[in-house]
Each structure stands twice: as C-alpha cells, then as structure tokens.
C-alpha cells in the first residue's frame, strides 16, 4: 500500500459527513424513481414514459383515424424531446401500451409483431408502426385547450403535460405495474364500465364505502380472462385498505373423444402468466413423476388459447386433476393489488377503491373548469372582434374611405369608432368579399350563439351542481363507448366459488386405484400382489419363513401395522413392494425398536374400532382413526408394564368380548365393560393366578362363538349354550367348551 493521497491544496475545501453526503444523494435518488419513473399518477393512472410517448403521438398526428408511423419515429421524438432515457425502455413501454394481453384497454394500436402471450418479444421497432387507440384520445381529450399545467422538459427547449385530462379511468382501468425505492405499485385491470358505474354512484353519494362500491366493481376485469376464486369478504377488505391479492385460476372445460375418453381444455390462463413457461412447468412435472393423474399436455393455440391436458386414465376425477395442477402450477396463480401512486401527482399513497375514483371524479371536475374558462376566454376575444366588425357594417364607405387615404388606418378608425386595437386589426384583416350584406346576418347570428353559450359557461362555472352533472354526462359517455355490450367492453373475468377440497386427500388422489392383495409372512416380510387373489397356495417365502394374513386392500389404501410393544404404525398401499419377489421386510419401512415384533395387519377402515390387550390382561377399545401415524415412529397406543407385550390387537365389532388365558380359561362378558380410549394401560379384563392372555376376540352373542381348530373347521356355540362362560370384566372364567384348539387361541 503506497501513502494516503492528500487532496489538493488551493481553493475552498468543504468537508462532508459521508453519512449525510449518502443520505441526501440517496434520498434524491429514491425520489426521482418514486415520482418520475415507477409510480402511476392517481390521476391519468399514467407513469411519465407513458404520458411522454402519448403525447408524442398526439404531435404527430397519429389518430385513431390516421394512418400509423415507425415506431422507431416514435421513440426518436419521445427520446430527443421528452424522455432522456434508453430507446429500448421506451419502446418496451410502447410495445406494451399495443399488446391486448397485457392491456385491458390497449393505449396504441400496433401493427407488425409486438410480441404474443407466450412470452416472445416484439419486433425492432424499425419493424413495428403504430398509432392511437380511442381511449388513447380520450385520455389526451382538450389538452389543447389549456386543461392541464405544463412544465418545461428537461432540456428546457420545449414543454410537456404534467398530467393528461385522463375522460377515461386509465388508473384501475389498465393497472399499473411498479417497482420504485423501498415501494412498488402492483394494479390488476378493471372494468371501464363498472368503473364509470361506480363512478357516478360516487358523484350521487359522494360518501359511499369501498365496500358499496364492489356491487358496481366486483373485482378485477383480466385482459386474459380466467375466473377468480377468492371469499367476496377477502375483496371487500383488498378493496377498503387498498392492499391484497386475488386468486386468478385458468378457464378449463372437459372435452368428450367419445368411447368415455375425454381431455381437458384450458381456453384462459392467469394474467401475466407467459403460455410456454406455464407449459414447461407442467412438462418438467411430468418427467419428475409429479403430476401421476396427467398423461401428457399440448399446445394446440393458434389465435386463441388452446392448451390440451390428457388424463392417465378414463376413470381419473377431472376436478381431482385440475385441482392437483393449481396446487403445484400457474394455472391458479395470485394477482398482487397494492394501490400505491402518487396521490394528486405529489404524494405517495395506498389508495382504496374508493379513493381512487375520487381522485379522478376530482381531477375530472379541475379538468372541465379550466377547459370551460379557455373556452370562455375564446369566446369574449371573438365577441369583441365580432362587435367590431358589427360597428363597421353600419359605415362600410367611410371605413374604406380611412383605409384608402390616411397614412395611418388603425389609429384613425379607432378613434373615429371608438375601437380597440383588437378590433382594428380584425377589420384590417378582412377580405373584401366579405363585406357583403349577408355576411352581416351571419355575424349576427354567430354574436348571438356566443353569447347564449357564454351565458351557459358562466352558469356552470358558478355551481358545483352543474359542473358534476357535466362530469357525470361526461363519463356516461365512456360508458356507452365501452359498455357491456362492445367487444372491448365484456367482462372477460368471472367470479366463482373453488371447490371444497378440504375433504380430498391429494396424496391418495395421485394414485390411481387399483385392487390389491397384502401378504404378510411370520418374519414380518409384506408385499402386495396385483388384484384379489383368492388361492395363495403357490406362495413363495424365504427360507422356513411362512404366511401369517394375507388380505384384500386398494392401492389407495393405508395399511395398519401393530407391534407387540404397544405402537402402531402406518404404511401406504402405493408404496409397497410389488408381489413377484418375497417383498420387504417392514422392519425397513418403520422404526421398530430392537426386540419387538410386529403382531397384527389390516387395511384402515375409517370409523372402525379394535380391542388391544396386553399379555398381563389389561385393555381397552380405541377408534382406529386414532392409531394411524404419519411418521416412521409410529404412534404408542398401549402403554405396558415391562415385561408384558400387547399380544391381541383385534377388530372390536360386535357386543361381546371373549378372552382366554394361557392358563386356558374362558370368560365372556358385554363389550360394553371395556372402556374406549385413545392410549393408555386399559382396565383388567381377566384375572390369573399365573400366567397371561392368550388371546381374545369380540363378537355379536346373538350370532354365537366360533373359533377354528387346528385342522381349519369352524366350531360355533350356540348363545343359549355359553351360559357357563357368562359373566363380568375381571372374573377368572371356565375351561373352555369341548373342540377349542389346544393353542388356546380362536384362530382366525
């Protein structure tokens, strides 16, 4: 490092905090952005690029009704004269102003490429011509008659509108996009015609809600159409507070290909959404294997949207599929609304729905005063040429006479007919044809229409009354022009309730339903065949391993494991190993701690209910909602005394409970003896001297006992025949009835 370099001797040094110097440049900065590059005017609803290219375009004469011009002629004049920034941000704005996917009511009319929906830009603008639209016009409506102020631009050479007269409700009408210093803008388009609606509702009540306003504006109006699906009560407070979002999802309707096939097409997408990413996305999805009820997506557009979805398989609910692509992409995407702009051009402000009409509306009335006083002013300078011209009618020869022989003309005829000098040059100026007799009639007529109009302009001018029934005349207007029934002015967003899906589980709704067989060994080996397989006699096992239950479930099934320490656990049909090897140990799929072992399987049934007993006698019913686990670890049910182990896990339908000892005793007593709970040791169901439960089950007396001998026949006792084993929770109970296995369990 060489020494520090010492500033230069000689003429004033002023020392600076670089705090301050940081702040107040930074605080210049951060202003500049706010007001002159990123947030709209409340007003004209227009950022200065756009006012700038607008009313370069008013200069070059492109109407509506005119022909178009390069758009790089465009850029130029706006550049060179208005906007001393980079030709490519203008144009991009101008390009924007033209595109109908964008703009809600487009300010430029293209012609040549200016981009499409799919995200593709526009071409060099030496390509593309454009010119204004109708509400382009109406936005730059009387702006030659001194509506607005002007200001000098920044190179003082020429002078530009501060704000447009704005007949149109450009702000809410075509939205506003906006990042500035430490706050942005985000304003989804609306309805031109609601908005006049709400309006004038606001010019009859000039205090009415946000809130009152929504039965005029219900919410926003997307150049893409789509529906939007959120709570009116979630709009309303967007609305009040000016902040919020909306729910925006695609347009979809289910197409018939006969034979009970069908596909889905999507005819609108969100807005601000470019087609082909939204596409890709739900191509990327389908490689990872993400989307299993889709089979493949097209793009079939042409001029309109056309975006084919083709489902896995017939039988695929198209709701669960569509429903399942707004989770996971664009098609249902969240529109920001957050009302910031420059409040009276000045000052940054979150506006509500209603505020933001009022600015207008006042904006408005400004626009119609100062337009009526230009208009008078015109007027009292033409009525005083007109009565100049009117006094020289009744001398005409003497008039010509002064003209011909005085040096001075003016001078003379203003002081023999008592003229201003206005009015002395005006009859300088006219054309001697004009002096014939019926040109006086027409002087007089047109004196006279002035002075009726003057008198009119003085009335509105005098009462606020009249000057909003102008405004209000003003703004119904607009609304016929764009009305519901034009192309340009029908809603093209609905509003609609999203199914209720709360009750639709998407993981189960992602795999297709199929019949299915579990297989469970001894070693606690599971798979799962394809179907409902009757005969299980050709099943291979591992080593000495053999079948313990085998039974019928769905892939869309859960499946309930229990182990011996009181813990159930949980495992997903889908994802069981397929039946052609000997399966996977469960062991692998759970977290079974070592030295326990698994006792029971079945498929979940919701609203079903099963006895649990420990080897000690202890139990109890619990729900079976209650022992599904969404973890490896399972959830602990039965809480046992060391050394016992839960030794019976069992479906509790019936009324009756029947338990068996080791000690190869039998007691039946009412199931209704046994508590239900969600966990816990349970309550004593048998008493021993020594040893434990071998085993129980629970069943309807009415239909009788039955159990199963070693040689697989069913016995089955009578009710009337089990009066001896009869009695209550906690007895010790009798030697079984003749034929019970010696097990001493009910095997099945």
Known sequence: MGKPVNPPSGGEIENINLKDALEERYLAYALSTIMHRALPDARDGLKPVHRRILHAMRLLKLDPKSAPKKCARIVGDVMGQYHPHGDQSIYDALVRMAQDFAQRYPLADGQGNFGNIDGDGAAAMRYTEAKLTEVARLLLEGIDEDAVDFRETYDQANEEPVVLPAAFPNLLANGSQGIAVGMATSIPPHNAAELCDAALHLISKPNATSEQLMQFVPGPDLPTGGIIVDTLASMAETYSTGRGSFRVRARWHKEDLGRGNWQIVVTEIPYAVPKSRLIEKIAELLQEKKLPLLADVRDESAEDIRVVLEPRAKTVDPIILMESLFKLTELESRIPMNVNVLAGGKVPKVLSLAECLREWLDHRREVLIRRSKFRLAAIDRRLEILGGLLIVYLDLDRVIKIIREEDEPKAELMRVFKLTEVQANAILDTRLRSLRKLEEMELKREQKNL???????????????????????????????????????????????APDTSDIDFAEAMIEREPITVIVSEKGWVRAMKGHQEDLSSLQFRGDDKLKTAFFAETTSKIIVAANNGRFFTLDASKLPGGRGFGDPIRLMVDLEEGADFIAAFPYKAGSKLLVVSSDGRGFIVPTDEVTANTRKGKQILNLDAPANMVVCTDAKGDHVAVIGENRKLLIFPAKQVPEMTRGKGVRLQRYKDGGVSDAKVFTLKEGLTWKDTSGRTWTVAKEDLRDWMGDRTEAGRLPPKGFPKSNKFGE
């Open 451 to 497: 002075q009726d109009e003057k008198a009119k302009i003085e009335e509105l001018l005098g009462s606020e009354k009249i000057q909003w029934k102008a405004v209000a005349t003003d703004i119904k207007e607009v609304r016929k022009t764009f009305g519901p029934d034009t192309t340009l002015g029908k809603r093209r967003t609905t509003f609609a309730e």
